[in-house]
């Protein structure tokens, strides 16, 4: 008898808001001006968007000295250090920003904290660019904490002058457990727990959890750098179900469904679509499926574009 597999499909997946926001505002600036834009950094993590964007004529570079005087530059999601900003002003740059507002969020909530006198702890991964970014904005007041084991080995200036922020695309249930050690080591200490983490974030998480327990596996659609895609693994993985990172179909190895009965894909903030539906149709020609679509929350954010992008042509 053929066995039907069943491939759930959790949503909220893929792309968010803030993505899909800084992939158009290089689209409409290429239409505009035509290449090269430069982007510094790529504009979002994730492989399949910065080749399609290249091809039509984007220059993805990693500081600002490899770009021209006076050049077009756009800077990604992740936001930048206020030091490079200031660069591209000395350089005549004409700098467009595609930072998400929620991390430029996080940024204000750092720049609030350092201009009151508090050392900002935020909590993140060191090297990640949102990371290297929000550091930027008051580096000689800012501390980074990675895990909870290392909030004991922490020195802050003035322990009741304290803030803690985290990088917006961690795993919710590790931030607030990293929160509880800082909560304990500083009483007076001020921040507001996993809040943080952007809604794509937190969704895509709760997506995942709802159906962890029922799959056999979980694929993850997105880029070995790719923050918030490398924790719904996480997720999948502390959840005690097997589960795998796949830039496309491509890297699908036929050796992971073996056996299985129930499949869960879904993807990062960063991952198109379309290369969900490719890793469907390639797990269908493994043997029948039943797609079946876990809604577990709608989303409606929408960012607007930076003001001069706002109309067409
Ligand atoms: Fe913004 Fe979150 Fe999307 Fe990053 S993952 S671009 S912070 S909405």
């Not at 899909?20 to 001006?33: G, K, P, S």
């Not at 290249?54 to 770009?67: C, N, S, T, W």
């Not at 900002?120 to 007041?141: D, F, K, N, Q, S």
């Not at 695309?169 to 996993?194: D, F, H, M, W």
Request: hydrophobic residues 45%; charged residues 25%.
């Amino acid at each position: 008898m053929t066995v039907i597999r069943r491939v759930l499909l959790p949503s909220p997946r893929s792309f968010c808001a803030g993505v899909e926001r800084a992939i158009e505002i290089v689209e409409r600036l290429l239409d505009r001006h035509g290449p090269p834009v430069y982007v510094r950094n790529q504009i979002v993590h994730n492989a399949h968007v910065v080749a399609d964007l290249e091809a039509r004529g984007a220059v993805f570079i990693g500081e600002l000295d490899e770009v021209p005087d006076e050049a077009l530059v756009v800077f990604s999601a992740h936001g930048v250090a206020p030091a490079v900003e200031r660069e591209a002003a000395r350089r005549g740059l004409d700098a467009v920003d595609a930072t998400c507002p929620l991390v430029a969020k996080v940024h204000a909530e750092a720049k609030r904290a350092a201009d009151a006198g508090d050392t900002v702890i935020l909590i993140g991964h060191e090297g990640h660019e949102e990371v290297v970014g929000t550091m930027g904005v008051a580096p000689e007041r800012t501390v980074l904490v990675e895990d909870a084991a290392a909030v004991a080995s922490l020195r802050v200036a003035d322990p009741a002058k304290v803030t803690y922020l985290s990088q917006t695309t961690l795993s919710v249930t590790e931030v607030e457990s990293i929160a509880a050690a800082l909560q304990a080591r500083y009483p007076a200490i001020k921040g507001q727990g996993a809040e943080d983490i952007c809604y794509a974030t937190s969704n895509r998480q709760a997506a995942v959890a709802a159906v962890v327990d029922e799959a056999d596996l979980v694929l993850v659609v997105g880029s070995a750098n790719s923050s918030n895609s490398n924790r719904l693994v996480e997720l999948a993985r502390l959840a005690g179900t097997p589960s795998h990172l796949v830039e496309d179909a491509g890297a699908l190895d036929p050796a992971w469904l073996e056996g299985t009965r129930t499949v869960a894909v879904t993807a990062g903030a960063s991952a198109p679509p379309a290369l969900v539906d490719d890793v469907v149709t390639a797990i269908a020609a493994l043997g029948p499926i039943e797609l079946i679509e876990r809604p577990v929350t709608e989303e409606t954010q929408e960012f607007l574009l930076p003001q001069r992008l706002r109309t067409r042509g």
